[in-house]
């Protein structure tokens, strides 16, 4: 087997047969394939056409799916019925950080001192084989001497060494790591003589403090942070941050306030400021107001309450900061109370109400007026979720498949809509004609299909347009696949030095890569979990 690395499982996108979501019947010409029957032999229907099951597979391993730790990937030329998995050693990041000094060096540069104070460290990154799957390592450690290591899967990765040490700024570095591999980075502190300092004051207006406890942070245009994220003195709103000597020279750059706590009832804002420049100025956060109390109550088009519903403000409030007030439910009658900040004046709150999984009433976006003495809205008209239906066929493309679980999981948003929340997946079942009907809000899904019979799972992404009309979008009728068993065992460790040994209850996934409008994507095809003696049995698609 070819060994390449990289990439931590978010969600995979895609699988399976059939291509498209369509609101009629499909004109032929629209799609790259149908069903099997329209491919080669050996050859099976993908979401990017007619391809082999056995061929352009990448297979991710992670030991200890818990902690995601030492996740690799591999491709696979030639999917056998017997396929082992032999993995590498744990990657890792690993170098030495090292502070720089005003002293000159012997070679005419500056004389460093190694680094062994506390720090975090932090490397996030995308698969080399997967597109879209990520994955992220954090550790806290006391270098030696300088030296650190941060274990991690294959990947290609931005690692960002922050310092305990406030005054210190955070300094990135990158690394691809390929399995088994341990990759070289080392990173230089700035040596204290050429940061610069940028001090000021956080108020509420006209020389009136917040009352809260509140932090600020230094960001480029791209929000990357130039400083650590530093306390404001709460008696007085003084604060003094650290940036690099080059970021003090710009022209421009971000400060970003933020207020913690478990209810901190100050909205966030970003001012942007010239370093160049003493800050003389206090940053004003504005006449932002008090919490005030909202109510209403949540119905749906039949005019029936909406139990269950998560209802959120957020938006701009007076003085131009943005706040998110906590989440409230709508009781059995579909009435809530929101504790907010007011809106700010003459603007408004975007009043987001999601209706709880398998309710036929969906989520919906208004904009309120909240003023400072709070608010009884008026009945709150949730639209009726989308429609999505289909049927499945078995592989003899002619009998209904019923009794095929479905699963519909939000994985992008269209434009104008907040993303569904994580964990709000519809569930459905096929009947016995095959037919399956889900509810959906407006976003783009991956929908599984995970029949109970020895057949491979396939997925479909459909994507869910807001509108007025009810028409339901149709989804193809297509025929489930023929599957194959496909064994092995995983092991780590070199087999001829004899350091070799299994590795129990190891999450293995098959994914294909492929192309869908203009971007690679990965279609999980099969996923598996290994036995107390490393053995796994996964079920994939076969012509």
């Known amino acids: 087997m070819t ?13 399976g047969a059939g291509c498209a979501l369509l609101e009629e019947e499909p004109d032929p010409s629209q799609l790259v394939c149908s069903s099997d029957d329209e491919c080669g032999v050996d050859e099976v229907c993908f979401p990017d056409g007619c391809g082999d ?25 030639g999917l056998r019925p017997e396929q082992n998995l032999e993995l590498f050693a744990p990657g890792a990041v690993a170098g030495r950080v090292m502070r720089a000094t005003s002293l000159p060096a012997e070679d005419g540069g500056v004389a460093m001192r190694p680094y062994s104070e506390p ?40 690692v960002t060494l922050t ?3 406030v005054e210190v700024p955070p300094v990135r570095g990158t690394s691809h790591v390929e399995p088994g591999a341990t990759v070289p980075l080392d990173m230089v502190l700035p040596a204290a003589d050429t940061l610069a300092r940028l001090s000021g004051k956080v108020e509420r207006q006209a020389g009136v403090l917040v009352d809260a406890s509140l932090e600020i942070q230094a960001l480029d245009s791209d929000l990357t942070a130039l400083s650590q994220r530093v306390p404001v003195t709460r008696g007085t709103g003084a604060f003094t941050i650290v940036i690099p000597g080059e970021a003090a020279r710009r022209t421009a750059l971000l400060l970003r306030v933020t207020a913690t706590g478990t209810a901190p009832w100050v909205p966030q804002k970003t001012f942007t400021v010239d370093p160049r420049a003493p800050l003389t100025e206090p940053l004003t956060l504005g006449d932002y107001g008090t919490p005030v109390r909202v109510t209403g109550r949540v119905v749906g088009l039949d005019g029936r309450p909406v139990a269950g519903a998560t209802v959120s403000l957020q938006g701009e409030v007076g003085g131009g900061g943005t706040f998110r007030g906590p989440l409230a439910t709508t009781g059995a009658e579909g009435r809530f109370t929101a504790d907010t900040l007011p809106s ?17 009433s969906g989520l919906t976006v208004q904009s309120v007026e909240v003023p400072r003495t709070g608010a009884t809205l008026p009945d709150v008209l949730c639209p009726d979720r989308r429609i999505v239906q289909g049927a499945l066929l078995l592989p003899d493309t002619t009998n209904p498949a ?33 037919a399956f009907k889900l509810r959906l809000d407006p976003a783009v899904y991956r929908v599984d299909f995970v029949p109970t019979e020895n057949l491979p799972r396939v997925s479909r992404t459909v994507t869910v347009l807001p509108g007025e009309d009810d028409t339901p979008q149709v989804l193809a009728t297509f025929p489930l696949q023929k599957g194959r068993t496909v064994s092995g065992r995983v092991t780590e460790g070199d087999a001829d030095a004899g350091t070799s040994h299994v590795v129990p209850y190891a999450s293995i ?22 036995d107390q003696q490393g053995r796994y049995t996964a079920l994939m698609p076969v012509r």
């Open 509 to 530: 996934r098959f994914y294909r890569v492929v192309t869908l409008e203009g971007r690679p994507t990965t279609v999980l095809l099969s996923q598996a979990v290994s």
């Open 402 to 434: 019923p009794g095929v679980r479905v699963v519909a999981e939000p994985v992008g948003q269209v434009p104008g809509w907040p993303r569904p929340p994580a964990g709000g997946e519809a569930l459905g079942t096929t009947d016995n004609l095959g």
């Open 119 to 158: 720090l975090h460290l932090r490397a996030t990154g995308e698969s080399l084989l997967l597109p879209g799957v990520v994955r992220q390592y954090d550790a806290a450690l006391v270098p030696i001497n300088g030296a650190w290591a941060l274990p991690v899967g294959t990947g290609g990765y931005t």
């Open 344 to 360: 700010a004046p003459g603007g408004t709150l975007s009043l987001v109400v999601v209706p709880p999984p398998g309710a036929t």
């Open 3 to 15: 060994r390449r690395g990289a990439g931590l499982a978010l969600l995979a996108v895609l699988a």
């Open 53 to 77: 099951p056995g061929r352009d597979i990448v297979v991710e391993v992670v030991p200890n799916p818990q902690e995601r730790r030492n996740a690799q990937d591999f491709r696979v030329e």
């Open 163 to 165: 310092a305990d040490d």
